[in-house]
């Protein structure tokens, strides 16, 4: 017979060894949250895409994460879709956030004439286009995977003819994503990003990369040298996560203990948001989605 006594005890005893339980007790390091292509313009909707009624699903997620303690928000990119004037609107919710939002340059950042291109990362007030945060005992690393792309640079540009030989060459390799909206990093970026993974190693730092393009899974929204990145990321141990926006339908994936997690599109539906909270722990991660964004617990790899 269970008497009220033995089942509070084996209640206790339980909680004690419960790892799943001594986690939800827990407190992370660090909490971040994290929206991805809001994609505003004062157009009619297309197709899924409800480009007005991002004004209000951004104000009502940053309302949310000002109710928490966070360590910074990021906007995974493409704030915007077409005209400079699209900024003007979208960041009048981002300016009521008490917590400093981290932007990523998207593709349709740069729908704007070409005499505003150079421009847009001033417009998100970014003095550097990519670039890395440290937080507590994690590197949180900005990359631009803009920077390689027909898009960000102005017609007829040195950089411009690069983007367009390596598209050609993307395409004569059949890669599925050989496509103009995507991009790669370029080889200045690459070199910064295997040098600043290397320093947050000998600081003893987790790194957690963060884009607008994704480089896995093997998708048509990948970046054009997603292969070169992916090399790297075997080569850093300590690279713990990887999070991305772009694919609107979101994606997940594991590859050599490191999880890609592609956010969706919060542009998407007429009234359904899109957003996260990404606790931070020693051992792993933990993301409470909200609205369509699912929520994911994923353990570390070990360096």
Not at 254 to 268: A, S
Request: aromatic share 8%.
């Amino acid at each position: 017979m269970t008497t009220r006594r033995s089942f509070l005890a084996s209640t206790a005893a339980m909680a004690v060894g419960s790892p799943a339980i001594l986690r939800a007790a827990a407190a992370p390091i660090a909490t971040i949250g994290l929206v991805s292509d809001a994609q505003y313009a004062d157009i009619d909707p297309a197709g899924t895409r409800f480009y007005r009624g991002s004004i209000e699903k951004l104000g009502k997620a940053i309302e949310h994460f000002n109710g928490l303690d966070l360590a910074c928000c990021l906007h995974l990119g493409d704030l915007i879709d077409r005209t400079w004037g699209s900024y003007d609107e979208i960041l009048k919710p981002l300016a009521t956030s008490k917590h400093r939002f981290h932007h990523l340059l998207g593709n349709h950042d740069f729908d704007v004439l070409d005499e505003y291109k150079n421009r847009v990362p001033e417009r998100f007030g970014l003095a550097r286009r990519y670039y890395h945060v440290d937080q507590a005992g994690f590197r949180f690393v900005i990359l631009d995977t803009t920077d390689l792309s027909t898009y960000a640079q102005p017609a007829g540009t040195p950089e411009h003819a690069l983007a367009t030989a390596a598209l050609k060459s993307a395409k004569e390799a059949k890669l599925p994503q050989a496509e103009p909206w995507n991009g790669g990093l370029g080889a200045g970026q690459l070199a910064w990003l295997d040098k600043t993974c290397q320093e947050a190693a000998e600081q003893k730092r987790k790194v957690i990369l963060f884009a607008h393009h994704p480089v896995f899974p093997v998708n048509p929204h990948n970046l054009w040298n997603s292969a070169a990145v992916l090399d790297l990321i075997r080569k850093h141990r300590h690279i713990v996560a990887w999070f991305n926006g772009h694919n609107h339908a979101g994606n997940f994936g594991t590859e050599d203990g490191v999880p890609f997690i592609n956010l969706k599109g919060m542009v998407e539906t007429a009234d359904t948001t899109a957003f996260a909270t990404a606790e931070l722990h020693e051992d792993r991660l933990v993301l409470t989605g909200h609205g369509r964004e699912i929520s994911r617990e994923v353990v570390f790899r070990k360096a």
